[in-house]
Nanobody
Framework: QVQLVESGGGLEQAGGSLRLSCVVA????????MGWYRQAPGKQRELVAS???????TYVDSVKGRFTISRDNAKNTVYLQMHSLKPEDTAVYYC??????????????WGQGTQVTVSS
C-alpha cells in the first residue's frame, strides 16, 4: 500500500510565498516521475510542474520563473516552492507520483490535495 501525504497549503497574500511538500510512504521499490497538479473551481486539472527521478524539471508557462519543483529521493519527498504568488494561483494542489511497489507493479498515485488561496 502506498500513500501520498501533502502539506504546506494555506492562505497567502499576492507576492508572497508558500512551500508545498508531499511524502510518499508505504511499500515502495522505486519512485519514478513526480509532479504537482492544480485544479481551480470550475476549471480542469492542469499539470503545474513535474520532475524526473534524476531531477529534470518542467513547468507550465504560467509559473515559470516563480515556482520551483524539487525532490529528495532519500526522503521520498517532492516539494513545490512557490514565490511571487498571484490570485490566479488559487487552487487545490495535488501531488502525483509514479511508484513501483515491491512486487514491481507500477501505479499512478495521488495525494489528497491541499488548498492554496492567494488574496490580492
Amino acid at each position: 500500500q502506498v500513500q501520498l501525504v501533502e502539506s504546506g497549503g494555506g492562505l497567502e497574500q499576492a507576492g508572497g510565498s508558500l512551500r508545498l511538500s508531499c511524502v510518499v510512504a508505504g511499500s515502495i521499490f522505486r519512485i519514478g516521475a513526480m509532479g504537482w497538479y492544480r485544479q481551480a473551481p470550475g476549471k480542469q486539472r492542469e499539470l503545474v510542474a513535474s520532475i524526473t527521478s534524476g531531477g529534470s524539471a518542467t513547468y507550465v508557462d504560467s509559473v515559470k520563473g516563480r515556482f520551483t519543483i524539487s525532490r529528495d529521493n532519500a526522503k521520498n519527498t517532492v516539494y513545490l516552492q512557490m514565490h511571487s504568488l498571484k490570485p490566479e494561483d488559487t487552487a487545490v494542489y495535488y501531488c502525483n507520483a509514479d511508484v513501483f511497489d515491491r512486487v514491481m507493479i507500477l501505479r499512478d498515485y495521488w495525494g489528497q490535495g491541499t488548498q492554496v488561496t492567494v488574496s490580492s
